[in-house]
């Protein structure tokens, strides 16, 4: 009887254990036993209510990824702040930005313009006394003899500005025109033999000094050299030069969406060529949309920590701006 006793009791432990390792397993692996979810449910519909799901909180140093509450930033310690609301999107990733997010990561935009600019060529040389240089217009034999390379012949039209410095007169310069080109390249350097007029200046510039030179190729809209005299009606479209993302053959910028407090738009634009400060834009930009000019890599950021759409991304399909065209691109190449 004793054995039977004993028996029975290791048989309802056993039970009891399996029964346990049952419910602990089942916990382990996520689920939610029937019972404890009828005992939140409740207290679960009432959070959900209170709480905006489209709401994000962000550090400002991009630490971690997103929160749905506010709070700390467990690695530098900064306050989260408000950072999107966003639904799901079609078409070019979009981000909005609270004010203060704004002011975190350091906006700031620029307006798309129209303006002339010139890409510029540098050059060297020295001055010449050369009795043949009336042969090619010159009405006085003292000229300036420059060496440009090869790779920069196709930008230069005659009459283009120039501007000739000498060590001789630091901080001052001498502006003249282009009004010879060579039609042979030098074998050993790659260079090509142009004129500048310079006898306006011959009480400073005399035979045999070295100059150092910029040649100023005016650009059109399509971004293409002309001299200083052809320019034409429209200026080419530009930006700042610190607004474009590229990535490879790829160029990127964010757009101030109108009437849209703190919503960026992703466009892909075609470039042109680069003058210092400015991109000719050829595709993908209107006159008067308003670019970011600082803190576009930060929008681009807070989008990948989302694991939202980038424009960072080449695999992204975007809509084409307003003035896209089938022209691709993004080199130097008049």
């Not at 039209?157 to 007169?169: I, K, S």
């Not at 890599?297 to 807070?302: G, Q, V």
């Amino acid at each position: 009887m004793a054995l039977l006793n004993r028996l029975k009791r290791s048989r309802t432990l056993f039970i009891l254990i399996a029964a346990l390792a049952f419910f602990v397993g089942y916990w382990l692996r996520g689920g939610d036993l029937p019972f404890i979810e009828n005992l939140h449910k409740g207290s679960g519909n009432a959070k959900k209510s209170e709480v905006d799901l489209n709401l994000m909180y962000a550090c400002p140093m991009m630490c971690i990824p997103p929160q749905k509450s506010p709070g700390l930033c467990p690695v530098c310690g900064m306050e989260l702040v408000p950072l999107a609301r966003h639904q799901h999107e079609e078409g070019p990733p979009r981000l909005t930005l609270t004010e203060e997010a704004r002011r975190l990561a350091e906006i700031r935009t620029a307006g798309v313009e129209r303006k002339w600019i010139s890409a510029e060529i540098e050059a060297f040389g020295q001055v010449i006394l050369d009795d043949t240089a009336t042969l090619w217009g010159a009405t006085e034999p003292l000229w300036a003899r420059l060496f440009v390379y090869e790779q920069d012949l196709p930008w230069l039209r005659l009459g283009q500005r120039v501007v000739l410095r000498t060590d001789a007169y630091p901080g001052a310069s001498f502006e003249s025109s282009l009004v010879f080109t060579g039609a042979l390249v030098n074998p050993l350097n790659r260079t090509v033999n142009v004129g500048v007029a310079i006898d306006a200046h011959r009480r400073f510039l005399v035979p045999g000094m070295i100059l150092r030179a910029v040649i100023y190729a005016g650009l059109n809209a399509k971004g293409e050299p002309i001299s200083s005299v052809d320019r034409g009606s429209q200026p080419p479209l530009v930006i700042p030069s610190s607004a474009p993302l590229i990535t490879g053959r790829r160029a990127v910028v964010y757009v101030a969406v109108p009437a849209e407090n703190g919503l960026y738009e992703g466009r892909e634009v075609t470039l042109g060529p680069r003058s210092r400060d400015f991109y000719i834009v050829l595709a993908g930009l209107s006159e008067g949309e308003k670019v970011v000019v600082n803190g576009a890599f930060n929008i681009d950021s807070a989008l990948q920590i989302q694991a939202r759409p980038s424009m960072m991304n080449p695999a992204i399909k975007t809509l084409p701006g307003p003035q896209s065209e089938s022209r691709s691109r993004s080199d130097k190449q008049p």
